[in-house]
Each structure stands twice: as structure tokens, then as C-alpha cells.
């Protein structure tokens, strides 16, 4: 990435409006940072030799975090690598990503988060690893979750090899409330929905396709909210994708269940229909699939009345040879760290679901009390960790717009609603092009 972020430790950002996310305030301000520290927030300041950026009409805010990204390193660089996943990130507007342990070898080893670490240190957005809950991600016995978050494991989750024995998952949450770490779950009952490739209903009818029902993931759901009740663990859920699933996340809500789930912008975005519109393409299949309009619907409200906590995308990316073949035989997952914050201002903001504060708040600040992570302060001394955005700028995303190593997305030709603009962490900033 150094082709593209810039050593900067000393700039002067001027004309934009600094909003605060935990408390809503916005107001016009400059602001100086030196050494990678925000050194002076005040109006009209000077430039005293920094690098100047002017950014008038835009805002800033603390950086955001993706929790939920697939990086691929170790073991499929053909379709990802470190490097090149956060050049992604950076221009999607994040500083921080939380990524999934389903790699070749898994994340389930002191020494596999160790590595992934230190080999994101020098990159402008931060890596934190998501280690597996059992070991190999099989689904066996309980990994070293004392020895992985000691590493720096920031949760456990076995991701696309969710946790079928339910003795298991009681331990899980049962251990993990020790360490105050959450369990990322992947809701599906395998034995419900085996070898589908989209969702149950009449778009599936029709095409023919083999479904995966909704049921699948509710029925995971609903064993594991009893188990997060029973045990007092953390539970996490990961990409909402059902009306139901929802519902009953806010019941649980609602009885003290210490639960909290994310979203992926594609489930707020696109239905089902697109599978058939666009002709079986592969790039509209992803896992878990899209639904239909009124399970889209539900997942908006959700995140207007705070069912759903944070916005992610699953960014999950396959090499072209992969995906361009027969819609049953591509692999799930689609790449959706550039248009993220697009499809947010246009599905949730633009509809009134979110205002500007509250989709910032549930992209930035969320993510990181599920994780146990800091927020970033915008405050003098503290380390400057930024995301430059606006909520109102219409473009269409094209593909000179992809920084990822893969290509597939069914965005290209999108009109978006709002852009990031530029990152700021590590003393290194990355633009973004018009």
C-alpha cells in the first residue's frame, strides 16, 4: 500500500465538520495533527508548515471498523492478501477491520494471530483477528480462547463452519464470559438447509434452484439465544439476514439477553429477485442469501430502532476463474468494503431509517464495544485515527473503483448515496480518487 497511503504526520485538515458519534455533536471545526496526534481543534487555524487538506463540505469522524472481512492470508492470496484487503478498507473508509479465522491454516494458534498482526503493522488499517472457537474449525473440541485472546484475539467464531453441537456452544459462551469475549456465530442448521444455493421462495420455484430457508438460520437462532441466556455469554450475530431473526433478536433484547447482532449492507440492499433479473449471476450469490423485500424492510427497521447494532459486509473475495462459472457451482460471497458506506447512505440514510450520527455510530463505534475495542477520540493528544466522508454525494461505483484483489460484486453500475473520502491512522493518509 505504500503506493497509495502517504507517510503524513504532520497535516491540517480545514473546513470540515467534526461529529462526534457517542454524542451526536457536529460542528465546523480545523484541525492540526502533528506527529500522527491530534494536536489543535479550533476554527480558522494556519497552516505552521503541515500539509494542508482542504475539505469543505465533507466530515470527519472517528475511524470506522469493519468486524466482519475475510482476508484470505494465510492460504488463498490468489483471492486476497493482507495488503491488499486493507487497500480495500482504506478506500471504503476504514481504519480498522476485524477479520475471520476460516483461512489455510486456521486462526487457532497463539502463534497464527501473532503473525497476523505484526504482518498488518505497518499497513494504515488496523487487523484484528477473529480466532476460531474450536480447533481446525471443526467443531470438536473448544480451541486455547485464554492463550487467543492473550494473543490478541479480539472474539472467537468458526465463521462459514458454524458451531452444530449445541454441548459445545454452551462451553463456548460459558468460557468466553471469563475472558469477555464475544462468540461470533454464523446462524445456520446445516441438517435444515444443506446444499442450497438461494433463498427459499418463489424466486427459487422458479429458477429451480436448490434453497436454503429461512428456517435454517432462525432455528440456529433460537438455540443459541437460549444458550447465551443460560450461560450469561456474549453473543454476536453475525449477518441478519431474515425478518424473523430480527424479531427475535429484539425480543431477547428486550429480556436482558446479552446479544447483539450486525447486518451486511447487501441484506439492507438487494433481494432476491436480483437472482433472476441479472440471469443466475454469480456474483449475486452469497451466503446467507439474499431474501426477499420484506425480510430487506425488517433489517432496515432493525437498525432504525437499534435491534441491529453494526453495519459490516462480509467482504468475502473469490478470484474471477471462481466465480465465473455456473451460478450453482460458484462459491458464496461477494467483496463489499468500497461500497458499504454508499449503500448505507442510500438504503438507511437517504430512507430515513438512520440519521448521519446513528450510521456512523453503528460503522465506527458498535463494532468496537462488541469488540472490546477503543474508540478513536477526536480530542487533542489523542492519536489521530479518521474517516473524511460525506452522506450526500450521488455516484455511480464502477469498477476502477475496486482496490480489492477480486472483482466480484453486483455493484458495479450502483448509484450511491455518499462517499468516503479519505482515511487518516498511523501517521499515513490515503485519498480517495473523485
Not at 469543505?56 to 475511524?63: D, I, K, L
Not at 505484526?118 to 494504515?124: C, F, M, V
Amino acid at each position: 500500500m505504500q503506493d497509495l497511503a502517504q507517510m503524513t504526520p504532520n497535516l491540517l485538515i480545514q473546513g470540515g465538520t467534526l461529529l462526534h458519534p457517542l454524542t451526536g455533536d457536529a460542528h465546523r471545526a480545523d484541525m492540526r495533527i502533528r506527529d500522527g496526534v491530534i494536536a489543535e481543534i479550533g476554527s480558522d487555524l494556519v497552516s505552521s508548515g503541515e500539509q494542508v487538506m482542504d475539505i469543505e463540505g465533507r466530515m470527519v469522524s472517528p475511524g470506522w471498523i469493519d468486524m466482519h472481512v475475510h482476508l484470505r492470508e494465510p492460504g488463498e492470496e490468489h483471492k486476497e492478501t493482507i495488503e491488499t484487503g486493507c487497500r480495500a478498507a482504506a478506500f471504503g473508509g476504514f481504519t480498522a477491520v476485524a477479520c475471520m479465522p476460516n483461512t489455510t491454516p486456521p486462526i487457532d494458534t497463539r502463534e497464527s494471530v501473532h503473525s497476523l498482526i505484526k504482518r498488518a503493522e505497518a499497513l494504515p488499517v488496523d487487523v484484528h483477528p477473529i480466532a476460531c472457537v474450536s480447533r481446525g474449525r471443526a467443531g470438536k473440541e473448544l480451541s486455547e480462547m485464554a492463550e487467543l485472546a492473550a494473543a490478541g484475539a479480539v472474539a472467537f467464531s468458526d465463521d462459514g463452519s458454524p458451531v452444530q453441537d449445541g454441548s459445545l456452544m454452551r462451553r463456548a459462551l460459558e468460557y468466553t464470559r471469563t475472558l469477555n469475549k464475544p462468540i461470533i456465530n454464523h446462524m445456520e442448521s446445516m441438517e435444515l438447509g444443506p446444499k442450497g444455493h438461494i433463498n427459499e421462495g418463489l424466486v427459487s420455484t422458479r429458477l429451480g434452484l436448490t434453497p436454503i430457508p429461512t428456517f435454517s438460520e432462525e432455528a440456529m437462532l433460537a438455540r443459541d439465544l437460549m444458550l447465551a441466556e443460560l450461560t450469561g455469554g456474549h453473543l454476536h450475530v453475525a449477518h441478519v439476514s431474515t425478518a424473523r431473526s430480527t424479531n427475535m433478536i429484539r425480543e431477547a433484547k428486550s429480556r436482558g439477553i446479552k446479544v447483539t447482532a450486525e447486518a451486511c449492507a447487501h441484506h439492507f440492499s438487494l433481494t432476491d429477485e436480483i437472482v433472476e433479473n441479472s440471469g443466475f449471476d454469480s456474483q449475486t450469490k452469497m451466503h446467507p442469501p439474499l431474501r426477499t423485500a420484506a425480510d430487506v424492510e425488517a433489517i432496515r427497521k432493525g437498525f432504525g430502532d437499534g435491534t441491529l447494532d453494526a453495519i459490516c459486509t462480509d467482504h468475502a473475495p473469490h478470484a474471477p476463474f471462481e466465480k465465473e462459472v455456473d451460478f450453482v457451482a460458484a462459491p458464496f460471497g461477494i467483496i463489499g468494503l468500497e461500497t458499504a458506506w454508499g449503500l448505507t447512505g442510500r438504503h438507511l440514510i437517504a430512507t430515513q431509517c438512520l440519521s448521519v450520527t446513528r450510521a456512523v455510530y453503528s460503522i465506527c463505534v458498535a463494532p468496537r464495544v462488541i469488540l472490546g475495542l477503543d474508540v478513536p477520540a477526536l480530542e487533542p493528544g489523542a492519536a489521530a485515527n479518521l474517516t473524511i466522508f460525506d452522506a450526500t454525494t450521488k455516484w455511480t461505483f464502477e469498477a476502477r473503483h475496486i482496490h480489492s484483489k477480486s472483482r466480484n460484486t453486483p455493484f458495479v453500475g450502483t448509484t450511491m448515496i455518499g462517499r468516503a473520502w479519505a482515511i487518516y491512522n498511523k501517521g499515513q493518509l490515503v485519498e480517495h480518487e473523485s
